[in-house]
């Protein structure tokens, strides 16, 4: 049955300056839009595994002192019909309500941010498009960030599949509790490539090797993906992702990492992961990621239709605080009705499986950590469903690290996902 879900991303504090510049972020994760970051389209690039029909392609942008600046949508490298431009000095939700393109199996797609003269700042907090699907229910997750450095000879190094890459020696640091279903097309972006030897990168479900590999040869770049291989996972199991380099000498960096998930339930969820470290309240994105956010309005996602969020779950993977810290739903600023709480210096999987909350059209949706004396790094989901709509179930596809779901924490196809 056709769907329609969303492609996006999105990050607390993607700030837009360069003048005359164009830059490019992965739709899911997080969107990456610093100076320094994607100026190489091949980095940001997603591949297609479910064809569909991009359409409404969306900007909100909290604050701006720039030019005029230029969103568009990109495919196999080239611009697409959607485009939209930020007015300069303006604020608030852009949206291009007339173009379109669509998508067949294999097309890589992204979006290039253009801006005008001048240095001012401008924050894009969220990208985001409507999709809708021609084939099987499936989304896409990504995390990405501008390049991660692997240099040093044979040392296993962990990493997320949500919101911002950052790789660790620590697997618990970087894995993130899942829905029931099954992972595949597991791909990486290689920016560069100078080591002499081969570099393998696995999926990793609860601390052990899965079935997806992706081997890179020496000097091998590009968006590289596991086409053959697939592994289940089943409500709860942890998943990451681990780089192992093998000898000898040189230096490797990937900007992006992704898998389509289809999950078992039919739902879609959206997903933040991040950190924070402020003894105060701290307020977490949509989708994308997350770190020390103490103003709300940079993180509120706007939602262009109506919806019931359901099945609030975070992940604690570290936690100093020796206080209770409350997780919760927050809509148009005010307290939502999905909350939980974590004990003093606890970890694991926290979750409100009881309460759920109709949402309508504009309002402004994101998440709110209260209570905590110390620093607790972790993932936030939820799961957003609106129930028809012309042609078919809309459901929303947003993923994001830290930590945008998706639009991952968000880069992707729809898919479905298991409570």
Not at 193 to 221: L, Y
Request: proline content about 1%.
């Amino acid at each position: 049955m056709a769907a329609k879900i969303w492609l996006g991303a999105g990050y607390h504090t993607s700030n837009v300056s360069a003048a005359s510049s164009t830059r490019y972020t992965a739709l899911g994760g997080t969107q990456y839009f610093h100076d320094a970051a994607y100026t190489a389209e091949a980095l940001a690039q997603q591949t297609c595994r479910n064809p569909g029909t991009v359409s409404n392609l969306r900007v909100r942008v909290p604050s701006n002192s720039r030019t005029a600046t230029t969103v568009t949508f990109r495919k196999n490298g080239a611009d697409a019909a959607p485009t939209l431009t930020i007015t300069a000095s303006t604020t608030g939700t852009f949206e291009d309500t007339s173009n379109s393109v669509a998508l067949a199996d294999g097309d890589l797609y992204d979006v290039a941010v253009t801006t005008g003269t001048g240095t001012a700042n401008m924050h894009l907090a969220y990208v985001y498009c409507d999709y809708d699907i021609t084939g099987s229910l499936t989304q896409r997750f990504c995390a990405s960030n501008n390049d991660q450095n692997l240099s040093t000879a044979s040392v296993d190094r962990f990493d997320r599949f949500c919101g911002l890459l950052s790789a660790s020696t620590t697997e618990s640091s970087r894995q993130s509790d899942w829905r029931a279903g099954t992972a595949s097309n597991f791909l990486i972006g290689i920016s560069s490539n100078a080591r002499s030897t081969t570099t393998t990168f696995r999926f990793r479900v609860n601390g052990a090797d899965g079935n997806q590999v992706i081997s890179v040869g020496s000097g091998v770049t590009g968006t590289l993906e596991d086409t053959t291989n697939t592994d289940s996972i089943v409500v709860n199991d942890s998943i990451s992702m681990k780089s192992t380099t093998g000898t000898g000498t040189g230096t490797l960096r990937y900007g992006v990492s992704s898998f389509v998930f289809d999950a078992t339930s039919g739902k879609q969820f959206v997903l933040a992961d991040g950190g924070f470290s402020h003894n105060t309240t701290c307020y977490w994105p949509l989708i994308g990621g997350v770190n020390d956010v103490t103003t709300e309005s940079q993180v509120q996602f706007p939602l262009p239709f109506a919806v019931t969020m359901s099945e609030l779950r975070f992940t604690v993977t570290s936690n100093a605080s020796t206080v209770i810290t409350t997780f919760n739903t927050r809509v148009n600023g005010a307290n939502g009705a999905l909350t939980a709480s974590v004990g003093a210096g606890a970890t694991g999987t926290f979750a409100d499986l009881v309460n759920s909350q109709s949402l309508s059209a504009g309002d402004l949706l994101n998440y709110q950590s209260t209570g905590q004396n110390g620093a607790i790094n972790a993932s936030i989901s939820g799961i957003l469903v609106a129930e028809t709509v012309a042609g078919g179930n809309l459901f929303m596809n947003l993923a994001g690290s830290g930590g945008l779901a998706g639009m991952g924490g968000l880069a992707g196809q729809g898919g479905g996902l298991a409570g």
